[in-house]
């Protein structure tokens, strides 16, 4: 009966949980700051624990620093990056219907210049020109009014990011008693030693692949958007600052972040320049080589120990029911269910008296079972 009014009521359930969620944001990214502030904490606190003077305030003062230090850079971001990034849309808002309408009619001198695909490519462009005019008069007002609900709500998100901070804090000063509560609790539920200690294997490596994935995917997608930006500016294409904060931001989805962020930056520049657009495109191109190859796995190493195949599916699956972040921690997420899902597996297979080791199961391998069986079954007899 239970399971039966559960499904019956799955929707309401699933918003439920959603308002759950949503009520407790500022918590959720609270845990998540601190869990990636927490090296810098404790590296902090090692530092001062040297000292005979501060050892006994090693605590409160390394969180203040590593507080001051977020603090700074959120304020260095948002002085330096906001005010270009801010130019540079408003610059392309103004130039945008110039730059479009120009390439139009380069496009339309090309198909007079061509008159066997004249009527054809008019059709085309007569298409699109009335589709783009549908949509301006039917959706451009409901984007202009979303637009503005969205900078409406910046004074939210503002106090919700301060109370997140807040939580932070909470978290990084007093982390060893909220981790044993956490075990306290769930040393009351689970009485099973054997299921305690795998639950806490596998939260070790869970948190080996994520603090080494995300951290070091942060790190790789900050130099990636710094070298865009320098080689930008010295090939002088342009929106350098903006096209390269969209091509670092992408880059910490693997794997399709190269290709989602190089997609509308090439688009854009083509509006400019078809040339300034090839120059990218090529640019793009050999950045993400060298960062496939070189920095990405000095930065990361072999973090999840996923193949390629496996890495699309958790980008798929994942981004589709958590979109963006689900794309970002989709990666070191399947990581974990896969090494949960491997280890029940060989743990059956032990039972069973067979290999664990997966080329043991090649194409021979029904064949070397059955010539064990009859060697125990001759051996019996």
């Known amino acids: 009966m239970r399971l039966l009014f559960a499904l019956f009521h799955i929707g309401d359930i699933k918003n439920a949980f959603m308002a759950f969620f949503a009520a407790l944001e500022p918590l959720w990214v609270g845990i998540a700051f601190a869990y990636l502030l927490v090296p810098v904490a404790s590296f902090f606190e090692r530092l001062i624990q040297k000292s005979k003077r501060l050892s006994r305030y090693a605590r409160p003062v390394s969180v203040l620093i590593t ?68 949509w301006i008069k039917t959706n451009l007002l409901g984007t202009i009014s979303n637009i503005a609900t969205s900078l409406m709500s910046v004074g939210s998100a503002i106090v919700n990011l301060l109370l997140a901070l807040i939580i932070t804090i909470y978290l990084l000063l007093d982390r060893e008693r909220y981790m044993n509560q956490c075990r306290k609790l769930f040393h009351t539920v689970s009485r099973n030693e054997r299921v305690n200690d795998a639950v806490y294997d596998t939260l070790h490596q869970a948190n080996k692949m994520f603090g080494g994935f995300i951290s070091g995917k942060l790190i790789d997608s900050l130099i990636v958007g710094i070298i865009c930006f320098v080689f930008m500016l010295i090939l002088g294409l342009e929106y350098p600052l903006l096209i390269s904060v969209i091509v670092g931001v992408t880059n910490i989805i693997p794997m399709f972040g190269p290709f989602i962020g190089a997609v509308p930056c ?42 390629s195949l496996y890495v699309t599916i958790a980008i798929l699956l994942f981004g589709s029911l958590f979109g963006f972040i689900g794309m970002i921690i989709g990666v070191p997420l399947f990581a974990t269910i896969y090494y949960v899902v491997k280890r029940v597996a060989e743990y059956f297979l032990r039972k069973r008296g067979l290999p664990t080791e997966t080329a043991a199961y090649g194409p021979d391998f029904r064949a070397s079972i059955k010539s064990e069986e009859s060697e125990d079954d001759t051996d019996d007899d």
Request: glycine residues 6%.
């Open 67 to 134: 507080s001051l230090l977020v603090v700074a850079f959120i304020a260095l971001l948002c002085a330096v990056l906001l005010p270009q990034l801010i130019t540079s849309v408003t610059d392309l808002a103004g130039k945008l219907p110039g730059m479009l309408k120009e390439q139009l009619d380069r496009l339309q001198t090309f198909i007079a210049s061509n008159n066997r695909f004249s009527s054809t490519a008019a059709n085309l462009v007569e298409s699109a020109e009335n589709m783009l005019m549908t």
């Open 266 to 307: 090439a688009f854009l520049l083509l509006l400019v320049s078809p040339k300034q657009c090839l120059i990218f495109i090529i640019f793009v191109v050999i950045l993400q080589q060298i960062d496939g190859n070189i920095i990405g796995p000095r930065i990361l190493g072999d973090s999840t120990g996923l193949s």
